[in-house]
């Protein structure tokens, strides 16, 4: 069989002319790395069936991150046929900060990254080193725990739960709303999963429009960060209660799904491999390199996309106006010509210069709140349970954008 069950090739030169992200084996959703690799050889443009151009190269995928001149984030031509323009789904994710331009992108953007300032980051840690802490009471009471549901996805819902001032009591929905709207964004979204992810925006909308209205009747200090976008402290033109309503939605999503990913596979990737292991545990100073390695060796979020605004040269090929790239990041990540022995995961490797945040202005504007989470949450769960271990039964969710876990067992011993 070829690689990851494309086509009868050998060594994948055949991939080129099977590859379709819209329908992807089971065995790409286990490892889609040796399909990346062949296309990396074989096809790094490669033009796909639905006429869109997948990019596979590191180099390639920076250029068009790091050029303001010809490539565009906004998602309305895309979405309009995906989700229809009159659904919940195309409202908010074409509101969302990251599936847009200047000028309204630097507008949000800088009233985010505002107010997590590194003296807000730091001042999330104690909080953040006890909810950790926390949890790992919890596991040690059970002697088993599920590294998803139990800990890695609770981390993050109650940072930035935290951030927006949403009551601890009304965390509840937040998990599956979000799984559910980002779920659509895959390549390929099921008919149950679109009608899923429509509901989920409407009644998560009505859930903010809700918080939102309360916050205005009480305004908070400057470490809520829902109080500070409805102040606008940016001193630019204050955000309209449609862009604030699904702005607090996407944060909401943005920092639970992947920083969930990014925790559950750091935590199978290091269980997984002693020396690492043991390396972390001893030299806890290694924390900041051993997320960043987990960052570009399974990459919470795998695939980004671009417009081509204005003709434009990409890895050799003439690309016209009108083009849409889909931008795998994860196999970027793993280029040879970037990373030395790139299949090798090192927590002492650098450079490393990975993309799983993206880069130029759409660089991930909560990357470094996902750092400290993945810091703290590696470093203390091994800290505690340096002996625990995988148990069989981890499910990996069956996406392709993004890449995680759905339950990830383990025993504490």
């Not at 919940?88 to 847009?100: D, G, I, K």
């Not at 006890?130 to 596991?139: F, P, R």
């Not at 390929?188 to 899923?196: I, M």
């Not at 990913?261 to 100073?285: E, T, Y």
Request: net charge negative.
């Amino acid at each position: 069989m070829g690689v990851n069950g494309y086509g009868q090739s050998g060594d994948g030169a055949d991939i080129a002319g099977t590859f379709d992200l819209r329908e992807l084996p089971d065995s790409f959703f286990a490892d889609p790395y040796p399909t990346y690799a062949a296309l990396r050889t074989h096809a790094p443009v490669l033009t796909c069936p639905d006429g869109s151009v997948l990019l596979t190269r590191h180099a390639d995928l920076d250029a068009v991150y790091r050029d303001r001149g010809h490539f565009s984030a906004d998602k309305r031509a895309a979405f309009g046929p995906k989700f229809g323009v009159d659904t919940p789904l195309y409202a908010h994710h074409t509101t969302s900060l990251v599936f847009n331009d200047p000028p309204y992108h630097t507008r949000v953007r800088r009233q985010i990254v505002g107010a997590l300032s590194p003296g807000a980051i730091r001042a999330m840690t104690p909080g953040l080193e006890s909810l950790v802490g926390g949890l790992c009471d919890a596991a040690a009471a059970k002697g088993r725990i599920d590294l998803i549901e139990d800990f890695a996805a609770a981390i993050p819902i109650e940072v930035i739960g935290n951030l927006l001032g949403v009551p601890r009591d009304e965390r509840g929905p937040l998990r599956g709303w979000s799984l559910a709207i980002l779920g659509a964004l895959d390549p390929a979204p099921s008919a149950a999963a679109l009608a899923h992810g429509q509901r989920s925006v409407a009644e998560f909308l009505e859930y903010v429009r809700v918080l939102v209205a309360d916050r205005r009747r009480h305004l908070r200090g400057a470490d809520d960060l829902l109080s500070r976008l409805i102040r606008d402290e940016s001193g630019g033109e204050p955000l309209g209660e449609h862009e604030l309503l699904h702005n607090c939605i996407f944060l909401l999503n943005a920092g639970h799904e992947t920083t969930t990913n990014l925790i559950g596979n750091g935590l199978a990737l290091l269980l997984a491999r002693a020396d690492a292991r043991r390396q972390l545990v001893a030299s806890p100073d290694l924390a900041a390199g051993a997320v960043e390695e987990c960052l570009r060796f399974e990459s919470p979020n795998q695939l980004g996309n671009r417009l081509v605004d204005a003709p434009v040269t990409i890895g050799g090929v003439r690309f016209p106006a009108g083009t849409y790239l889909t931008l795998a990041i994860g196999a970027a990540n793993r280029d040879p010509a970037a990373f030395a022995d790139p299949d090798e995961f090192d927590i002492r490797r650098t450079p490393n210069p990975h993309l799983a945040f993206a880069a130029g202005i759409h660089a991930c504007a909560g990357m470094s709140v996902a750092r400290l989470e993945g810091q703290v949450a590696l470093v203390e769960f091994l800290r505690r349970f340096p002996a625990a271990r995988l148990l069989d039964g981890a499910v990996r969710a069956r996406r392709a954008r993004f890449r995680g876990f759905a339950t990830l067992p383990a025993a504490i011993e």
